[in-house]
């Protein structure tokens, strides 16, 4: 049963903007803990996109954006560009599993 | 730049110890909490738990009764322990940083297949 849950794909042209949910419950998002979000490029180890519900690490082009409200979180990319064809992940922590838990991923396709 | 990199075998028979290391470059391991990520082929991460620079360990209930981990400061590595191990622990094997919740630095991942 997955704790994060997440569309498997989302895709767009390119110049367009998307956006991927990752829904929680009131154990993890909903009990106030962060979210953060990963890109995984294919065939690389993920790297962190955003931290703490909405703040971009240095580096990371302001297309991303990130935002929280209740139990669920969104990451939106904006202009998309094919390089940000990649894998996407939510991540927060969760109390009844006493752990850091991860969103089931979305595959961002630009068409 | 804090550099991470994993290293061990890259077969483990079943029913033995898979046993991998984490050499961190760059930045001390002191003041930080260190963590194991894993991702089977094809599929989501899991967090297997983390270990701070003190020794102290919180580990994930699906694998606590099989996890080891344990770090030395004076070489700035922590390592990973995981014992009967079967097909479902096929996965490539992260070590990764651990800031404030989340999952800052990311070593380039260890792919450890489980097979006789």
């Known amino acids: 049963q997955p704790v994060l849950t997440q569309p498997p794909s989302v895709s767009g042209a390119p110049g367009q903007r998307v956006t991927i949910s990752c829904t929680g419950s009131?154990?993890?998002?909903?009990?106030?803990?962060?979210v953060n979000w990963y890109q995984q490029l294919p065939g690389t180890a993920p790297k962190l996109l955003i931290s703490?519900?909405?703040n971009r690490p240095s580096g990371v082009p302001d297309r991303f954006s990130g935002s929280k409200s209740g139990t669920s979180a969104s990451l939106a990319i904006t202009g998309l560009q094919a390089e940000d064809e990649a894998d996407y992940y939510c991540?927060?922590?969760?109390?009844?599993?006493?752990?850091?838990?991860f969103g089931t991923g979305t595959r961002v396709t630009v068409l | 730049q804090v550099h991470l990199q994993e290293s061990g075998p890259g077969l483990v028979k079943p029913s033995e110890t898979l046993s991998l290391m984490c050499t961190v470059s760059?930045?001390?391991?002191?003041?930080?909490?260190w963590s194991w990520i894993r991702q089977p082929p094809g599929k989501g991460l899991e967090w297997i738990g983390y270990?701070?620079?003190?020794?102290?360990?919180d580990l994930n209930p699906s694998l606590k009764s099989r996890v080891t981990m344990s770090v030395d400061t004076s070489k700035n590595q922590f390592s990973l322990k995981l014992n009967s191990v079967t097909a479902a622990d096929t996965a490539v094997y992260y070590c990764?940083?651990?800031?404030?919740?989340?999952?800052?630095?990311w070593g380039q991942g260890a792919l450890v297949t489980v097979s006789s």
């Open positions: 760059g930045g001390s391991i002191s003041g930080f909490y």
């Open positions: 270990i701070f620079y003190s020794g102290s360990t």
């Open positions: 990764v940083r651990v800031f404030r919740g989340h999952f800052d630095y």
């Open positions: 991540q927060s922590y969760d109390s009844s599993l006493s752990g850091y838990v």
């Open positions: 009131s154990s993890n998002i909903g009990a106030g803990y962060d």
């Open positions: 703490g519900n909405s």
